[in-house]
């Protein structure tokens, strides 16, 4: 079992930052698949980015060049790095799991406005 705590969302301007962390518990961390998805109000969840357990990298089309992934398998953790927020990033952040099995956080709220 794996439980994914997110968090580092909160409210910030139009071309601000924020690095979202999620910090994952138990054993075999460097063997998942991480990925981050957003559900943005009265849509769907969509995906944003993976990083893979070989830590390969991939971006949906309209954050590339503005969010980069990350992990440090030593501190069980993922990262997401968004650079020059706009206000269409704005949704629920939730963080993914998987191997074998597949784990969901319980997502940060990441709100891009002036």
């Known amino acids: 079992q794996v439980q994914l705590v997110e968090s580092g969302g909160g409210l910030v301007q139009p071309g601000g930052s924020l690095r979202l962390s999620c910090a994952a518990s138990?054993?075999?961390?460097?063997?998942?698949?991480m990925a981050w998805y957003r559900q943005a109000p009265g849509k769907q969840r969509e995906w944003v980015s993976t990083?893979?357990?070989?830590?390969?990298?991939i971006y949906k089309d309209s954050v590339k060049g503005r969010f980069t992934i990350s992990r440090d398998n030593a501190k069980n953790t993922v990262y997401l790095q968004m650079n020059s927020l706009k206000p269409e990033d704005t949704a629920v952040y939730y963080c993914?799991?998987?191997?074998?099995?597949?784990?969901w956080g319980q997502g940060t709220q990441v709100t891009v406005s002036s």
């Open positions: 138990g054993s075999n961390f460097r063997l998942y698949h």
């Open positions: 993914k799991a998987q191997a074998s099995n597949t784990y």
């Open positions: 990083i893979t357990s070989d830590s390969r990298t």
